[in-house]
């Protein structure tokens, strides 16, 4: 919680962390930091999942979460965890 007038200079710190967050992880195979944790569309698993969720509950669910990276669009367990103290100190 932060004071209407504090909001800007909060959100600014808010992406300033996300960013270094961002920078700290890479992709396996091209080292590119445009990943993100989703749910795998690629299981057939989570498409059946999916499916019957949805048609019994009224929402869908996916099961299976990998990283994918959005630049060789492939998908892995675990990114490449970089020094996040270098990124701090460049911050």
């Known amino acids: 919680m932060v004071l209407e007038e504090d909001i800007p200079k909060a959100t ?10 961002r920078k700290s992880f890479a992709c396996p195979h091209c080292g590119s930091h ?3 944790y989703i749910t795998s ?3 057939t698993s989570n498409l059946i999942f999916s499916l019957l969720t949805w048609m ?9 979460q990998v990283w994918h990276c959005f630049d060789c669009n ?3 367990k675990e990114p490449v965890e970089l020094n ?6 460049e911050e």
């Open 12 to 21: 600014e710190i808010l992406n300033a962390l996300k960013e270094i967050k």
């Open 34 to 36: 445009n990943i993100e």
């Open 41 to 43: 569309n690629r299981k």
């Open 56 to 64: 019994f509950g009224n929402y869908a669910i996916g099961v299976h």
């Open 74 to 76: 492939e998908e892995f």
């Open 84 to 89: 996040t103290q270098t990124l701090y100190e």
